[in-house]
């Protein structure tokens, strides 16, 4: 496998890049691993290379039905935060910050990490009381997030719409400095490079039909490129998780659903924080092109399809253009979706499941590129020592037998 120094860079840059190597290699799976991860998506890879490189764990297959980083992990609006409420959250959210501060340099790969500051804008009384109070809670855990004033918006948000009169008034906002964005597809590739260069194989193109179980123990997937045995299989496959639990004869409390998101073309720069206004279910941020990054709340019915419906993004822009009004003169220069698999409590499944050998991580719905880093943590030492890391422990499975929620439903602060 190649490695990246300096002197590859120049090397490359004056040869046109002929004979620039392969970030990983396109491994065809052998018959046996000690571990299967199912999703190449940046949970997945990321749990592939914690196992490698903190666990030394290497006979690891990552098997992906199409091409990594292809589901949600390319396709979200990459908003980095950890201004949750509860502390169970804060404390993973807030090991994945950290991680995403080190990642460039731990991946020796640029994810392009900008924490250039996120804003979750208050636009109703009950949403100013609700936010201050998750000021408190994340400065009381050592978060660095704080309220500012509608003042103190304005002179960060030039293009913000505050006469008086709007529907929605700026009231205040959630501020936390370090709040940002990263490249999504860097993460991926950042991850699946340190794995592979670890020795995990990383198979593309190569779909899981089937989940073996016998006397209560996983021992094998079936996959479009045949059987692959192992004793250990780690289900992360995001919106498609309810498809792949039911192989294996489990019901999941999980309901997947589009979520949508639009750029428009790019203009010139104007704004440098990320914005959520959660009341109007819309968030906007600019990407290093100039364009503007728009997401808003997910659809109103549960599908596997990877499409969005109309109204919501009609609701979305609608939304939006009354709190920025320069939207409403920008042309829209394309759109997509994911399906994103959503708990009750909007907190994640990282877990051990009743069949031994299977654990799964889940459950991150709208809001899981943030925690990358450190789910792939926990959930790899959870894999390699068949008992949950302490962080993961409150988000097992069984707190939705035990009514033990993690209730992040306003911080996830997108509308459901
Ligand atoms: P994915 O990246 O979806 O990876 C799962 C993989 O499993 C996929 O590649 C899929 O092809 C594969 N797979 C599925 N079935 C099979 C099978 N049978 N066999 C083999 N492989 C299979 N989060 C944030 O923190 N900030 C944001 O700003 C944000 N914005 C978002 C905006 C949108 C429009 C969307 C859709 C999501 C957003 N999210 C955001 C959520 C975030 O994208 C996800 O929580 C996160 O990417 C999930 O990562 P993952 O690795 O679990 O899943
Ligand atoms: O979880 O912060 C988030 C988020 C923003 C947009 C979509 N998800």
């Given at each position: ?85 509860q502390?169970e ?164 409390p ?89 708990t009750g409590d909007r907190s ?46 409150p988000f097992?499975?069984?707190r939705f037998l035990e009514g033990r929620f993690v209730d992040e439903s ?7």
């Open positions: 496998m190649q490695r990246y120094s300096i002197f590859t860079l120049a090397r490359n840059a004056a040869n046109y890049h002929k004979g620039w190597g392969r970030a990983w290699r396109s491994a065809e799976p052998r018959a046996q691993y000690d571990v299967i991860i199912i999703g190449a998506g940046g949970h997945g890879l990321a749990t592939a290379y914690y196992l490698a490189k903190e666990h030394n764990i290497t006979s690891v297959a990552v098997v992906e039905k199409g091409w990594l980083g292809g589901g949600n992990t390319g396709r979200n609006t990459t908003i980095i935060r950890s201004n949750y409420l502390d959250s804060a404390a993973i959210y807030q090991l994945a910050h950290r991680l995403y501060e080190g990642l460039s340099q731990e991946l020796n790969f640029n994810i392009m990490f900008s924490p250039r500051g996120l804003m979750m804008l208050c636009q109703t009384e009950h949403e100013l009381r609700s936010m201050t109070r998750n000021a408190h809670a994340n400065r009381l855990f050592g978060i660095e997030s704080r309220m500012i004033s509608p003042k103190q918006v304005k002179k960060k948000v030039p293009i913000i719409n505050m006469s008086a009169g709007v529907r929605y008034p700026v009231l205040g906002a959630l501020y936390q400095p370090r709040g940002g964005t990263a490249r999504h597809d860097a993460v991926a590739w950042g991850y699946a490079r340190g794995a592979d260069m670890r020795g995990v194989d990383i198979i593309q193109n190569c779909e899981v039909t089937g989940i073996s179980v016998a006397r209560g123990r996983v021992n094998a997937v079936e996959t479009t490129k045949g059987r692959i045995r192992a004793s250990k299989v780690a289900i992360v496959t995001a919106g498609n998780t309810t498809r792949l639990t039911d192989m294996a004869g489990l019901r999941m999980i309901e997947s659903v589009a979520l949508q998101a639009l750029v428009s073309e790019p203009i010139k720069p104007v704004l440098d924080v990320v914005i959520m206004a959660n009341t109007v279910h819309g968030y906007i941020s600019q990407s290093d092109k100039g364009e503007l990054v728009i997401g808003g709340g997910t659809d109103d019915y549960n599908n596997y399809s990877q499409r969005g419906s109309f109204p919501a993004l009609q609701h979305t822009v609608t939304a939006l253009v009354e709190t920025f009004p320069i939207i409403s003169r920008l042309k829209m220069l394309r759109q997509w979706a994911g399906i994103v698999d959503m994640p499944i990282i877990s051990k499941t009743d069949v031994a050998g299977l654990f799964v991580n889940c459950g991150w719905g709208t809001g899981g590129f943030k925690s990358i880093p450190g789910s792939g943590f926990v959930f790899a030492d959870t894999i390699a020592n068949d008992r949950p890391h302490p962080i993961a422990e097992s499975i069984d306003v911080a996830a602060g997108v509308a459901h």
